[in-house]
Structure formats: structure tokens, C-alpha cells
């Protein structure tokens, strides 16, 4: 099996939306695609976000990934600059796909 993943950007919480959540320091989302070539027509597709957030003079990362979520690399993009657009964070991740998929 060969695996890839692809950086696709990140977002940043600005000062209005940490003093909202009670945060400090700052908070960076990054954005990436995954893929699992199991077999030559046989690959899945998922997502990954990384949480760095500085805080107490040091760096705290938080990491969660979904694979095997969409069934081409055209939706993988399409779902991952939603969740960027979205800001959505690694905790969060899980819920959001299992929403977006009872739609």
C-alpha cells in the first residue's frame, strides 16, 4: 500500500475569535488530503487536520484524520476547503463529516 498526503492550506483564528473562545496565543489549522493506493483501482480518500497552537511559551499540537470518506480526489478538495472556509478544528472533524453525510 502507498500513502500520500497533500498540504491544501490553512486557516488562523484572528483576535476576535480567541477572545470569543476565551483563547490566547496563536491558533493554526492545517489542511490536508490523504490517500491510500490499496490496489491499482482501489484508493481511498480522506482528510486530516493538524491544530498548533501556542501557548504557555510552547507549541501544542492536536492531529485527527478520516479516511476512506469520499470516492475521488475532486470531493476530497471540495470537503477540505469547506472545512477550511469553516474553521473547522481536529475535535470537531468526525462530527462535521457524519453531518455532512445525513445530508
Known amino acids: 500500500?502507498?500513502?500520500?498526503?497533500?498540504?491544501?492550506?490553512?486557516?488562523?483564528?484572528?483576535?476576535?475569535?480567541?477572545?470569543?473562545?476565551?483563547?490566547?496565543?496563536?491558533?493554526?489549522?492545517?489542511?490536508?488530503?490523504?490517500?491510500?493506493v490499496l490496489q491499482e483501482n482501489n484508493i481511498e480518500y480522506g482528510i486530516e487536520i493538524v491544530k498548533k497552537q501556542y501557548k504557555d511559551k510552547q507549541f501544542i499540537e492536536e492531529t485527527n484524520s478520516?479516511?476512506?470518506?469520499?470516492?475521488?480526489?475532486?470531493?476530497?478538495?471540495?470537503?477540505?476547503?469547506?472545512?477550511?472556509?469553516?474553521?473547522?478544528t481536529p475535535i470537531g472533524l468526525e462530527d462535521v463529516i457524519g453531518d455532512l453525510a445525513r445530508k
Open 66 to 88: 478520516v479516511n476512506n470518506i469520499v470516492q475521488n480526489e475532486k470531493e476530497m478538495e471540495e470537503l477540505i476547503m469547506l472545512l477550511k472556509r469553516n474553521k473547522v
Open 1 to 36: 500500500m502507498e500513502s500520500f498526503k497533500v498540504y491544501y492550506g490553512e486557516a488562523r483564528f484572528n483576535n476576535s475569535e480567541l477572545i470569543e473562545t476565551n483563547k490566547k496565543g496563536l491558533i493554526k489549522l492545517e489542511y490536508y488530503g490523504t490517500k491510500n
